[in-house]
């Protein structure tokens, strides 16, 4: 059981090592870190440099100019690390051939005084691990939680803390590296976006991180494009279309493919959604990854793994009910939010909203999912023992949510997909995995070339090792 320090007992022992060295650059309300290295005593063993460009124009001459304008920003974050490394280099390598140089930088914005700005912003650190060696970086995102600017910066100054000791204690437990950034900050803090890079740390996927960071509570979200790189949604979802394919994916199926294509072209024929750039994302719930009770890092990443091989972004949620994951993404604005489900999906949800409202709530729990800007696009299925399919037009829902619910049709809040392959809809991922796991033949139609191609060399999902000779 790992001992948590307080945040001043961390600043001390930082301090108190000779091998670290390092700037500290902040922007904006994030120029609380540097204080807690000066207040706990011993600082000059530690910082070569704090600064804080707090002008934007005397920051752009520094760092330079930003092209959207923004300055609390991933690209941001990454100039002042580039900048502040470079200099610490120049100026002290040959004075401190011995030394392991780091530089923290942030750019943050804290909650304003009539709270439209709710406060976020970017924490890096480049650090080394050895003298001489190549840098690491450790960047993040950071939502603040607390309703007050002092306790914002305060949050911000712990958080910073929890960063750097991590880097240079926790190094070898990627795991608790990630537990510790939460230490005196239950609460305070979502931290929805990690990346671990650099030569100490190849070993680590950053997928993985990903998925710690939901299962330990870190971030209810957080997401990795098809290059397997984390990435944040203030970063490219930002008053965008989105759409959102939940499944399992385990294995991606022919079925899986035809509704991600068929809803996304029907999603970018809609004219609202045509006049700015739209995005997909693949979503896979923490529920379900532990639909086979405990977390199996080896199952998410056979999953991760064909997912970008099919060039799609990723997102892990904890996200189960539909109004926690539009409440997360409402701080981005985005225009035109699409959520797709499979129909036996959506009579799930109905029959749940239905049945725990019975006290009169049900207009209320339903405005939780479908609000004005929540769109529902239903993939169809065929209804057990016969060839009739079931559409979102004719599910059965219960009687006393049928006016309801056709309200819901008339006013295109749930939408049937069209351009279906009706040729895919007998296939099921489950049956799909029993196939490969018992190395019986006929399941590699039932998938993409691809991914058939990925499972068989890579041996993906329990896939025989054994079977291989024969496949070749």
């Not at 712990?158 to 950034?181: R, T, W």
């Not at 030569?199 to 998925?211: H, I, K, T, Y």
């Not at 899986?256 to 719930?285: C, H, V, W």
């Not at 809809?425 to 489950?430: A, D, G, P, Y």
Request: charged share 25%; with cysteine.
């Amino acid at each position: 059981m790992r001992q948590q320090l307080e945040t001043e007992q961390k600043a001390l022992e930082i301090n108190l090592d000779d091998s670290i060295y390092g700037t500290f650059a902040e922007i904006g309300a994030g120029q609380e870190v540097a204080r807690y290295f000066f207040q706990v005593g011993g600082a000059a063993g530690t910082i070569a440099k704090t600064m804080s460009a707090y002008d934007k124009v005397y920051s752009d001459q520094i760092y330079g100019p930003e092209p959207s304008g923004r300055y609390v920003c991933e690209s941001r974050l990454y100039k002042m690390l580039d900048h502040e490394y470079n200099l610490m280099g120049a100026r002290l390598r040959m004075e401190r051939p011995n030394t392991n140089f780091f530089v923290f930088a942030d750019t943050i914005a804290a909650i304003n005084y009539s709270k439209t700005v709710k406060g976020d912003g970017w924490l890096g650190i480049r650090f080394q691990l050895h003298a001489g060696s190549e840098p690491n970086d450790w960047v993040l995102h950071v939502r603040m939680l607390d309703n007050d600017n002092r306790l914002q910066q305060q949050a911000i100054g712990i958080l910073g803390v929890n960063l750097v000791y991590a880097c240079f204690h926790y190094n070898d437990k990627p795991e608790v590296m990630l537990q510790s950034l939460m230490d005196s900050l239950h609460g305070r803090v979502m931290i929805d976006m990690i990346r671990l890079t650099g030569p100490d740390f190849e070993s680590v996927d950053n997928r993985l991180l990903s998925l710690l960071s939901v299962k330990n509570g870190l971030t209810d979200v957080a997401m990795f494009g098809p290059d397997a790189r984390p990435v944040h949604a203030s970063e490219f979802l930002y008053k965008k279309h989105l759409m959102i394919v939940r499944g399992s994916f385990r294995p991606p199926t022919l079925v899986n493919l035809d509704m991600i294509r068929a809803s996304y072209q029907q999603f970018r024929e809609d004219p609202e959604a045509a006049q700015g750039k739209s995005y997909l994302l693949t979503e896979i719930t923490l529920d379900n990854l532990r639909a086979e009770d405990e977390l199996d890092d080896k199952d998410f990443l056979d999953r991760a793994d064909l997912l970008n091989a099919l060039g799609q972004t990723v997102m892990i949620s904890n996200c189960q009910q539909h109004q926690k994951l539009i409440a997360y993404l409402s701080d981005y604005k985005i225009q035109k939010l699409a959520l797709v489900v499979g129909v036996r999906e959506l009579l799930e949800l109905i029959h749940r909203k239905y049945y725990d409202n019975l006290d009169g709530r049900l207009l209320a729990a339903f405005g939780e999912v479908f609000t004005r800007d929540v769109n529902m696009y239903v993939y169809p299925a065929m209804q057990e023992g016969s060839d009739e399919l079931m559409t979102a037009r004719n599910v059965p829902v219960p009687e006393g949510v049928k006016f309801l619910y056709q309200h819901l049709l008339d006013n295109h809040q749930i939408i049937d997909v069209n351009k279906f392959d009706k040729s895919t809809l007998h296939i099921f991922s489950k049956e799909v995995l029993q196939m490969i796991q018992q190395g019986q033949s006929g399941w590699e139609h039932m998938v993409p070339a691809k991914v058939a191609a990925l499972i068989r060399e890579k041996c993906l999902f329990g896939y025989p090792a054994e079977q291989i000779e024969f496949d070749y």
